[in-house]
């Protein structure tokens, strides 16, 4: 199995612009979630989903978009980005509470 | 409201001693937690969780140990190593599976 997958591993947008971040699993795991991940920070959720067809606002939803219309991928959508949103975005799936995590995506908006 | 805290950002252990982390939570309703480990350029990995039924879970070298009386809980690394270099992130998975909550976390490093 390859996991959780993420891409790309690095972007650079400009103020503005937008994007769509990508995460695919392959263990038909029912839940999935993005956070992102700030210098010397914690992780903060921003959309989670409980199963295709289903998705709920994190913490800091704010400028982001999901969709889950398979259980496999579960894209984030930055509609017009702004530089707060710089940072590392990290997907993850579970079938119960471990959940596993791909390598991330580094964001910069400039 | 939801969240979950550490007590310090930085933890000098010497290798081969213990290392013990501590983090607090302030949801009463909060009812399972996990510790996870993030390497320095990875995504969090899975260490240990417990349940708020429980007061202490082991893992290999590791222990977790709950007190809900203080909204307490800590991890335990045994006969720290230095590949236990890493931030360690308390989280509260009280809501669903998918929401989980993490602390900011506390960097572990080792003196040899």
């Known amino acids: 199995n390859a996991g959780v997958t993420q891409t790309p591993k690095f972007q650079v947008l400009k103020t503005g612009q937008s994007m769509t971040l990508q995460c695919a699993q392959d263990?038909?795991?029912?839940?999935m979630s993005w956070y992102r991940q700030d210098p010397g920070m914690g992780l903060r959720l921003i959309h989670y989903?409980?199963?295709?067809?289903?998705?709920d606002q994190g913490e800091v939803p704010n400028g982001y978009n999901v969709s889950r219309s398979t259980t496999e991928d579960f894209p984030l959508r930055l509609l017009s980005a702004a530089p707060s949103q710089t940072s590392v975005y990290f997907c993850?799936?579970?079938?119960?509470?471990?959940?596993?995590f791909g390598p991330g995506t580094r964001l910069t908006v400039t | 409201g939801e969240s979950v805290g550490l007590h310090l950002p930085t933890l000098s252990v010497q290798e081969g001693d213990n290392s013990i982390i501590n983090c607090a939570y302030s949801n009463s309703a909060s009812d399972y937690f996990i510790w996870y480990k993030q390497e320095s350029g990875k995504g969090p990995q899975f260490i240990i969780d417990?349940?708020?039924?429980?007061d202490k879970r082991q893992g290999q070298r590791v222990t977790v140990l709950l007190n809900k009386t203080v909204k307490h809980l800590s991890l335990q690394i045994a006969a720290t190593q230095p590949g236990d270099s890493a931030v360690y992130f308390c989280?509260?998975?009280?809501?669903?599976?998918?929401?989980?909550?993490f602390g900011s976390g506390t960097r572990l490093s080792i003196r040899p």
């Open positions: 993850a799936s579970s079938w119960g509470h471990e959940q596993y």
């Open positions: 263990m038909n795991h029912e839940y």
């Open positions: 989903s409980v199963g295709a067809g289903i998705t």
């Open positions: 417990i349940r708020s039924n429980m």
């Open positions: 989280a509260d998975g009280y809501s669903s599976a998918s929401k989980i909550i």
